[in-house]
T-cell receptor
Framework: NAGVTQTPKFRVLKTGQSMTLLCAQD?????MYWYRQDPGMGLRLIHY???????AKGEVPDGYNVSRLKKQNFLLGLESAAPSQTSVYFC??????????????FGPGTRLTVL | QKEVEQDPGPLSVPEGAIVSLNCTYS??????FMWYRQYSRKGPELLMY????GNKEDGRFTAQVDKSSKYISLFIRDSQPSDSATYLC??????????FGAGTTVTVRA
């Protein structure tokens, strides 16, 4: 049982390049999330999904797109990377707990640097 | 102003000391309160979970919620070097999205 995995672990991009971060979970969770973590800012929600085929904007969605074509995978895309997107990106997932808030399980993170 | 405020520290204590961490918040709709622990270069993991007001104890860890003051606390008794980490408070209203504090970095000196 691997939990939540993220690929790649590290990446360096040049301004204007594009990339996709992949998140996979093997816990059959309905909900999945993408966060970014910056010094002094905590974790900020970028986009989230409440089920296969659905996505929604979080707190800081600009410059990012997401897709959830399969229940176990949640992709985060950067179409034209900017230095402001240098950050550590975390994916998380949680159960659909019948309207209750459940624990979020986090992946190990992807460290992205945009030059 | 942020919805959840947390002093980023850093906090350095000797082994065996009591560590006291806290967060304040502005959204009175928050009902679910969590503390996550994050080791260096790792993802956060859930440490404590409290619903509504009151205290919860788990081994050396105690979480307190005071909704009237919009204030939550985490206490770590008999702290160990293995407790050195960043502690993030997180809270939610009646949905699945969490609002996180900035995190407090704690170092326990042997």
């Amino acid at each position: 049982n691997a939990g939540v995995t993220q690929t790649p672990k590290f990446r360096v991009l040049k301004t204007g390049q594009s990339m996709t971060l992949l998140c996979a979970q093997d816990m059959n969770h309905e909900y999945m999330y993408w966060y970014r973590q910056d010094p002094g800012m905590g974790l900020r929600l970028i986009h989230y999904s409440v089920g296969e085929g659905t996505t929604a904007k979080g707190e800081v969605p600009d410059g990012y797109n997401v897709s959830r074509l399969k229940k176990q995978n949640f992709l985060l895309g950067l179409e034209s990377a900017a230095p402001s997107q240098t950050s550590v990106y975390f994916c998380a997932s949680s159960y659909e707990a019948g309207g209750l808030v459940d624990e979020q399980f986090f992946g190990p993170g992807t460290r992205l640097t945009v030059l | 102003q942020k919805e959840v405020e947390q002093d980023p520290g850093p906090l350095s204590v000797p082994e065996g000391a009591i560590v006291s961490l806290n967060c304040t918040y502005s959204n009175s709709a928050f009902q679910y309160f969590m503390w996550y622990r994050q080791y260096s270069r790792k993802g956060p993991e859930l440490l404590m979970y409290t619903y509504s007001s009151g205290n919860k104890e788990d081994g050396r860890f105690t979480a307190q919620v005071d909704k009237s003051s919009k204030y939550i606390s985490l206490f770590i008794r008999d702290s160990q070097p293995s407790d050195s980490a960043t502690y993030l408070c997180a809270m939610s209203a009646n949905d699945y999205k969490l609002s996180f504090g900035a995190g407090t970095t704690v170092t326990v000196r042997a």
